[in-house]
């Protein structure tokens, strides 16, 4: 049993169950609540371009961990720059906060 789950690619699933879920929550209360203040956007241009290219990699690689965990969030993280460009652009603007 223990050889079963010392497996690299078990390794690498619960690697990136963990930190694609830690991910999760701040996710959706950013795109729950519309609060982008705290969000960098210099680090989430940054940070999502990393996960594309991890994505990519674990593509190469054929490795199903890290296509699965970056795929996701690559999507979340996506989400999370988009609605920080559709706010700060519509203060900027003078509007309103923008609706889901």
Do not use: C, H
């Amino acid at each position: 049993m223990l050889d079963t789950l010392l497996r690299p690619d078990w390794i690498g699933a619960g690697a990136a169950l963990l930190t694609t879920a830690s991910f999760v929550p701040q996710a959706v209360l950013t795109l729950r609540t519309r609060d982008v203040s705290g969000v960098s956007l210099g680090m989430y241009l940054l940070f999502t371009t990393g996960v594309a290219l991890w994505l990519v990699y674990g593509i190469a690689l054929g490795e199903w961990p890290i296509i699965v965990a970056n795929a996701v969030t690559l999507v979340l993280a996506s989400l999370i720059l988009f609605t920080k460009w559709r706010v700060e652009r519509a203060a900027r603007r003078g509007g309103r906060q923008p609706r889901a």
